[in-house]
T-cell receptor, first 114, second 112 residues
Framework: SQTIHQWPATLVQPVGSPLSLECTVE??????LYWYRQAAGRGLQLLFY??????ISSEVPQNLSASRPQDRQFILSSKKLLLSDSGFYLC?????????????FGEGSRLTVL | AQSVSQHNHHVILSEAASLELGCNYS??????LFWYVQYPGQHLQLLLK??????LVKGIKGFEAEFIKSKFSFNLRKPSVQWSDTAEYFC??????????FGSGTRLQVQP
């Protein structure tokens, strides 16, 4: 069966420091991968999605970037964190081409920027 | 651009009460519709989904949703809620091959 893992689960970082959140999927090939940010009362905001290695689409211009160095690995990064980057980040996957779009979510990473 | 509206931000019900959570989307073409649930301390999980066919969709734990194309709605219902239904509920829509767009969520609190 397919599983998705993301880490770290919680992270406290000072303003201006770098960020790296990692997500890996097991049990499937060529998944579509996504990073969402969940803010209270604002639902889930799509940040990035990827349909293949090295293929990244950005939905919202911001201080963050994403990379997909391997088929089942998706990384969310920042060179210098801002206070406004605090939030709950969710990685998700869906079946690739021909899939229904149903998303399967990881456990989330809570980032606090101080 | 597609968007999803959930008008009920916080709903408080007593056990055994009936539930209906509203969801409206803005897109005139073919859509796939989803309801996700997030129980306290747990990750998001799929409650039910609509792709085509019967507009009345049944999901897990006694939930159902009805797709009304003319109203651009996909409301979630449950005849009798339980304390364990306390959670946050998210409606989502997919158009074409785009990623899911989520509503702002509805926090349901069921009082015993």
């Amino acid at each position: 069966s397919q599983t998705i893992h993301q880490w770290p689960a919680t992270l406290v970082q000072p303003v201006g420091s770098p960020l790296s959140l990692e997500c890996t999927v097991e049990g499937t090939s060529n998944p579509n991968l996504y990073w969402y940010r969940q803010a209270a009362g604002r639902g889930l905001q799509l940040l990035f999605y990827s349909v293949g290695i090295g293929q990244i689409s950005s939905e919202v211009p911001q201080n963050l970037s994403a990379s997909r160095p391997q088929d089942r690995q998706f990384i969310l990064s920042s060179k210098k964190l801002l206070l406004s980057d605090s939030g709950f980040y969710l990685c998700a996957w869906s079946a690739g081409q021909g899939g229904t779009g149903e998303l399967f979510f990881g456990e989330g990473s809570r980032l606090t920027v101080l | 651009a597609q968007s999803v509206s959930q008008h009920n931000h916080h709903v408080i019900l007593s056990e055994a009460a009936s539930l209906e959570l509203g969801c409206n989307y803005s897109y005139g073409g073919t859509v796939n519709l989803f309801w996700y649930v997030q129980y306290p301390g747990q990750h998001l999980q799929l409650l039910l989904k609509y792709f085509s066919g019967d507009p009345l969709v049944k999901g897990i734990k006694g939930f159902e949703a009805e797709f009304i194309k003319s109203k651009f709605s996909f409301n979630l219902r449950k005849p009798s809620v339980q304390w364990s239904d306390t959670a946050e509920y998210f409606c989502a829509v997919r158009t074409g091959r785009r990623a899911l767009t989520f509503g702002s969520g509805t926090r349901l609190q069921v009082q015993p």
